[in-house]
């Protein structure tokens, strides 16, 4: 029997994952969060948020039995594809630490940022992408089908399309007639940027091309500075060494090539030099979180510095995503517009054309 669910446990582990939603895993950490608090012990807990939720019911049951059964909160997770690595990770930063109240209070705040913000960015493409196909069908449907028409009217006329018309109706009409190959070559292309994100080589040039970018201010760096800053809030108040709280932020990081620099900092502490010479020294840290490291450690308040650190890399990560969503809309209403506009032209031009001619 035993065997059998150590079976059953690799083969949840080895499917495909299918994460639960944002929204799904804010109630799931909020609730627990509060039970957890309440005093209620951890598979009670679960047994009472499984409840009669529909997608939870049957998991969170079996999670319970497991935990029942000796194992810890975090492992049980690890058994179910619905939970992402980082909820993982943070979960058994909480049991190691006994903040595990405190984690799944902030892993609830997390996602419910991102589930926000997700429905934000749906809310705000949805109506321009409609708009953005439909005038995509119209345009080829002008470029290959009308403009031809008036293309023969102005020869047989004496006369010709002005340039950008031609140039356009033979856009239209290379792309018409290589709709399937040009959708092929496109499907081809995603499937070799897939495969090569998935090899060892593409997961860290993209690792480190995200921790290196510039794009939205660095947002990706900040989202690797706010994980590193909660883990050793979290680690360095429960009392564990700088040492532990590295080796547990690199779990936690989601980057493999920030994970390395970590890994390059506890070598550093091991030879002696402090955590923040360290941060600076792996080159790869933002300037004002090393500062604020090297001011926590000299005045020894590193947990509250890496709390407020947390906090301030948290606020700064939504504020730039959310203005980065409420500029999607209009950027692409502005590009739907010239494309328009310029078809408009390029439609008018034979038209005022051919009237000239008859004229």
Not at 72 to 81: E, M, T, V
Not at 206 to 228: M, N, P, S, V, W
Not at 248 to 259: D, F, L, Q, S, T
Request: proline share 4%; charged share 20%.
């Amino acid at each position: 029997m035993i065997g059998l669910e150590k079976a059953v446990a690799r083969a949840g582990r080895n499917a495909p994952a299918k994460y639960a939603s944002s929204g799904r895993l804010a109630w799931f950490c909020y609730q627990f969060a509060v039970a957890f608090k309440a005093g209620i012990p951890v598979a009670e807990a679960i047994s009472l948020i499984a409840g009669d939720d529909e997608y939870f019911h049957e998991p969170l049951g079996d999670m319970a039995q497991e935990i029942e059964a000796g194992i810890q909160l975090h492992q049980a997770l690890s058994n179910r594809n619905i939970f992402p690595p980082y909820l993982v990770s943070m979960v058994k930063i909480g049991e190691r630490t006994g903040a595990l109240d405190k984690v799944m209070a902030a892993l609830a705040t997390y996602y419910e940022h991102e589930d926000n913000l997700r429905n934000e960015i749906k809310d705000a493409l949805t109506y321009p992408l409609i708009l953005i196909c439909m005038a995509g069908a119209v345009v080829l449907l002008l470029t290959s089908k009308i403009l031809p028409v008036f293309n023969d009217i102005l020869i047989s006329a004496g006369t010709d399309m002005p340039g950008i018309a031609k140039t356009l109706m033979n856009a239209g009409l290379f792309m018409s007639s290589n709709l399937a190959w040009l959708l092929g070559g496109l499907f081809a292309i995603i499937l070799a940027v897939w495969a090569w994100k998935s090899t060892p080589a593409g997961r860290k040039n993209l690792a480190r091309f995200k921790a290196e970018t510039r794009l939205l201010d660095g947002i990706f760096l900040k989202i690797y500075a706010a994980r590193i800053s909660a883990v050793m809030w979290y680690v360095l108040e429960s009392g564990l060494n700088a040492g532990n709280a590295l080796e547990m932020a690199a779990k936690v990081v989601g980057n493999e090539y920030i994970e390395e620099r970590i890994t390059f900092c506890r070598q550093k502490i091991q030879q002696g030099a402090d955590l923040a010479e360290s941060f600076d020294s792996a080159g790869a840290f933002p300037g004002r979180f090393v500062n604020m490291i090297r001011v926590g450690h000299k005045t020894g308040e590193l947990p509250v510095m890496a709390r407020k650190m947390a906090a301030i890399y948290q606020d700064e990560i939504d504020r730039a995503l959310q203005g980065a969503v409420s500029g999607i809309e209009p950027a692409l209403v502005a590009v739907l517009s010239i494309i328009i506009g310029i078809v408009l032209i390029t439609v008018m031009l034979p038209l005022m054309r051919i009237m000239s001619s008859i004229g």
